[in-house]
């Protein structure tokens, strides 16, 4: 009987490990959760690495020669720095009085001449190595910049779509014009539009008016909200909204930080930026633009079939 008794009692304490060992609901569902973020993170930095090799593609397949260059450079800058090495131990050999049938001025020379080859080449990669950064860069607040969102009203119909959307070949084409500044300077430039309305709709314009307003926290200039300060905006077939602003501000910080340094007042004068049909960059300007001349511009290149 005692020993009946042991192995029941020996089992239950088994069961009961076993039972404790089992998660309860709440672990399973905070386990499920870490293992969600876990795949989203894995996810967006798989997709941010995919995208920022796309663009590296992207710029190669643009300068087909600069691996070529570097190569030719590196080994220009490798060729220089052994014939350098020799020339070294070649003088310190003669400075032993070991004659190595090259005088000192002519190794003296000969250091030189690799000394400035070094240079000249280490120049020449570094220009070309900013010139890369630089043109990555640009190719990245592109792609930010044909991502941002906007509203557009069409045939009594509104959409949303983004700046990508006014490409060529992409369904509706258009020249996209960008204005940024103050809620008073933005609202001005809105009304002066609405004379040139029709004109605008005609030669594929597309007005995205971007208010700032200056943060109460830290004084920066933040995107405000568009529809309390441009309700007269609303409605009309040649403005588009912004939507999303946090991904908008995003984008503008980078362009507010560049005006401010050329010592321009975004709040008062407020800056443009035009984006051609191709979805590049065509102007940047100071202060609000003026509708007829950029109409009259957008007439006379297609009468010349430009």
């Not at 070094?118 to 990245?140: C, K, P, T």
Request: hydrophobic share 45%; aromatic share 6%; with cysteine.
């Amino acid at each position: 009987f005692l020993i009946i008794l042991a192995i029941n009692q020996f089992l239950a304490a088994k069961c009961f490990t076993v039972q404790s060992k089992r998660p309860s609901p709440l672990n399973k569902a905070v386990n499920r959760r870490k293992i969600d973020e876990n795949n989203i993170t894995q996810l967006r930095m798989s997709s941010e690495d995919e995208k920022s090799q796309k663009m590296r593609l992207r710029e190669e397949i643009e300068n087909p020669f600069r691996k070529v260059r570097f190569f030719v450079f590196y080994s220009f800058i490798g060729s220089a720095s052994v014939g350098l090495l020799i020339a070294l131990v070649r003088l310190a050999a003669l400075s032993k009085g070991i004659d190595q049938g090259q005088t000192a001025n002519e190794l003296l020379q000969n250091i030189a001449i690799n000394i400035s080859a070094i240079g000249i080449l280490a120049f020449l990669v570094r220009r070309d190595i900013l010139a890369q950064n630089s043109r990555l860069q640009r190719m990245e607040i592109g792609a930010k910049l044909a991502s941002l969102k906007v509203s557009v009203q069409d045939e009594n119909e509104e959409k949303i779509i983004s700046l990508a959307g006014f490409r060529r070949r992409r369904g509706i084409e258009k020249r996209v014009c960008i204005i940024v500044g103050g809620k008073e300077g933005v609202n001005n430039s809105l009304k002066s539009a609405l004379n040139f309305s029709q004109s605008l709709i005609s030669s594929d314009i597309v007005i995205v008016p971007l208010v700032v307003e200056q943060s109460t926290g830290n004084g920066n200039l933040v995107c405000g909200g568009m529809e309390s300060q441009l309700e007269s905006a609303v409605g009309k077939a040649h403005i588009a909204l912004p939507l999303i602003l946090n991904s908008w501000q995003e984008w503008v910080q980078s362009e507010i930080e560049t005006a401010q340094s050329q010592g321009f007042d975004v709040l008062n004068d407020g800056f443009a930026v035009i984006l051609k049909k191709n979805g590049k960059i065509g102007t940047r300007s100071k202060g609000f633009p003026p509708w007829d001349v950029i109409v009259g511009n957008v007439q006379a290149r297609a009468d010349a079939n430009f």
